[in-house]
């Protein structure tokens, strides 16, 4: 109960805890916390927590057990909690969307300035000059950055071996007693002596567990027998124990006699059924009307079958005939004779006919090229009207003239559309 109340308790204190800060800096060993950011750090260690989670364990346990608010004081502090997320969320949100439109002026400004810049990127012209002249010269920027590197892991050892001086230097915080980190610390020192001292109390404990079941067994052994079967009882199943065989021979008869008897009774059962006069709801002359219907029916069905064998043979006898007629009447058309003759005389001169389609799609395109030709002069008479600035022209006629220069030339076997 203590260690479920003391669970609770602390699950209760961290829901409490409020929340860290957004953004945090490192802070010094000795607690304090150290400046340059919006928010702080403080350190924690394996020998206590930190300052604002001691401080909310403090306020919980003083809501609970000294205002005596019980467990409401836990809701109201996740309450307190919740909305100081809500609030720290609506911040970030607030944060974001200003950093969003910051890129998006930014953005805007460089394809306002691209027509004197000559490039979208958010670099000066200085920035690529000089990003042009680290790529020229590679090893000096990898010397560089290899000599970056070789300060930064100095100055990280050195502030780590500053950083564990100043742990060293501070008091153990712990709820142990001295004698108690005195004995950790020995059994941290030898720990094969520990690992003989945890398998000699095995033993021990081994041995005395088997010294136990030994007393039990005697204590059990010199009780007296008690049974809740009777004298006779106890001396029927002692005979059956003894003769086994026996036993096994008669359950076999008493199954054979009562295989028999089932076989007997439904003998009986069926030569009952059998001598029993058939038993319906049916009148004498309703079950005559039935057989007749039974026997009309199946012969119904007989005369119908024959009916669809007549009829399919008529019917493929009549298609027979229908495809003889069509044979004899010979080709039929619904064209004249004049027509039926300059078919034929088309038939005759293929090399004409296809002459004289192309004489006509010739034709077609060239009055369609003409159509097209004074369409083109008939838009080209309009006067030119649009709804762009003339600053905003200027600027496009400038990017169409900077990507006609920038575009590449094409190769000479590259395919060209029509």
């Known amino acids: 109960t203590f260690c479920s109340g003391a669970r609770l308790v602390m699950a209760e204190a961290d829901a409490a805890t409020p929340l860290p800060p957004t953004s945090m ?65 609506l911040e970030l949100q607030r944060e974001h969307t200003a950093t969003i ?43 560089k950055k290899a000599q970056e590197l070789h300060h930064l892991t100095s100055s990280v050892r050195e502030e780590q071996g500053a950083m564990a001086a100043r742990v060293a230097t501070r ?98 059962m069926m030569r009952r059924v059998a001598e029993t006069s058939p038993a319906s709801f049916w009148t004498m002359g309703e079950r005559a009307a039935i057989a007749e219907v039974r026997e009309a029916g199946e012969a119904l069905s007989v005369a119908r079958q024959q009916q669809a064998r007549d009829f399919a043979e008529a019917h493929a006898s009549e298609l027979s005939a229908m495809r003889d007629r069509v044979r004899a009447v010979g080709n039929a058309t619904l064209r004249t004779p004049e027509e039926l003759r300059q078919i034929e005389e088309l038939r005759q001169s293929a090399r004409e006919a296809r002459a004289r389609a192309e004489q006509q799609a010739q034709e077609q395109a060239e009055a369609y090229r003409q159509m097209r030709k004074e369409m083109a002069e008939k838009i080209a008479a309009i006067p030119k009207s649009t709804f762009l600035e003339s600053e905003h022209r200027a600027r496009r006629r400038h990017a169409e003239a900077l990507r006609a220069k920038q575009a590449p030339a094409p190769m000479a076997g590259a395919h060209r559309p029509r």
């Open 101 to 143: 439109r910051g890129w998006k002026a930014a953005s805007d400004e460089r394809a306002r300035s691209v027509h004197l810049t000559g490039s979208f990127s958010h670099r000066s012209q200085e920035e690529r000059s000089r990003m042009q002249e680290l790529r020229g010269n590679l090893a000096e920027a990898q010397d």
């Open 171 to 268: 008091p153990d915080l712990s709820t142990r007693t001295r004698q108690e980190l005195r004995s950790i610390e020995e059994r941290r020192r030898d720990p094969d002596e520990a690992v003989e001292a945890v398998r000699q109390r095995q033993k021990e404990v081994a041995a005395k567990h088997k010294e136990e079941q030994r007393a039990m067994s005697a204590r059990v052994a010199s009780m007296p027998r008690t049974t809740f079967w009777t004298k006779a009882e106890r001396q029927e199943i002692e005979e059956r124990r003894l003769d086994i065989d026996e036993a096994a021979e008669k359950h076999s008869q008493r199954r054979q006699e009562a295989a028999k008897r089932y076989e007997q009774e439904a003998d009986a």
């Open 25 to 89: 800096s490192s802070a010094p060993a000795g607690g304090a916390p150290r400046t340059g950011g919006s928010g702080s750090l403080t350190w924690r260690s394996s020998a206590g927590a930190g300052t604002a989670h001691a401080e909310a364990v403090l306020r919980l346990h003083r809501l609970r057990f000294v205002d005596r608010r019980g467990r409401d004081a836990a809701l109201e502090l996740i309450e307190e909690r919740k909305q100081a997320g809500m609030k720290a969320g």
